[in-house]
């Protein structure tokens, strides 16, 4: 049996994983960018966490969910 507060919690984390990686392979292998091309992935990646976290907690607020 699978918790699901667990499993909600970890899903962002690999829907974020799996886009970083995504891109980094985008970025270095297929445009050829290299190092620059690894951060900007990271960037994105951890733009779009920031984002998301910040889409929730304004989101509940606007929803007053507790």
Sequence with gaps: M???AVATTLL???VL???HVLLSWIFVYKLG???PGVM???II???MNIFGDAVQIHGRN???IP
Aim: aromatic share 10%.
């Design 40 to 42: 900007s992935a990271m």
């Design 12 to 14: 962002p984390f690999y």
């Design 62 to 64: 606007l929803l007053k």
């Design 2 to 4: 699978v918790n699901t």
């Design 17 to 19: 994983l799996a886009v």
């Design 33 to 35: 960018l290299d190092l």
């Design 45 to 47: 990646s951890v733009a």
